[in-house]
Nanobody, 121 residues
Framework: QVQLVESGGGLVQAGGSLRLSCAAT????????MGWYRQAPGKQRELVAT???????NYSDSVKGRFTISRDNAKNTVYLQLNSLKPEDTAVYYC???????????????WGQGTQVTVSS
């Protein structure tokens, strides 16, 4: 009963910007933390940024100062603003959401399908 849909990826030149969005459709769950991860070819998926329901943010050192995560709780949507992009930022970007069942109170993590970001040099 949880679906995450990312959008906003694409091809951009180094130094450019993109804005990713991830809209969550939820039923019988409340959303806690949301986040963005990325996976480059041949590499493991890594944390990019997270944001709690109280808007506390956390960033990986590699994107700190260049990327900004935000969320609109009314729309169940999390955003990632990517500025000063570098070729090494090229990856598939995934959003996730930690949700809690309103009936069982159990926590589960859901993932989106991913959106490709390609940065050319």
């Amino acid at each position: 009963q949880v679906q995450l849909v990312e959008s906003g990826g694409g091809l951009v030149q180094a130094g450019g910007s993109l804005r990713l969005s991830c809209a969550a459709t939820v039923r019988f769950y409340s959303i806690n933390a949301m986040g963005w991860y990325r996976q480059a070819p041949g590499k493991q998926r890594e944390l990019v940024a997270t944001i709690t329901s109280g808007d506390t943010t956390n960033y990986s050192d590699s994107v700190k100062g260049r990327f900004t995560i935000s969320r609109d709780n009314a729309k169940n949507t999390v955003y990632l603003q990517l500025n000063s992009l570098k070729p090494e930022d090229t990856a598939v970007y995934y959003c996730n959401a930690d949700v809690r069942s309103v009936t069982t109170y159990r926590y589960t993590t859901y993932w989106g399908q991913g959106t490709q970001v390609t940065v050319s040099s």
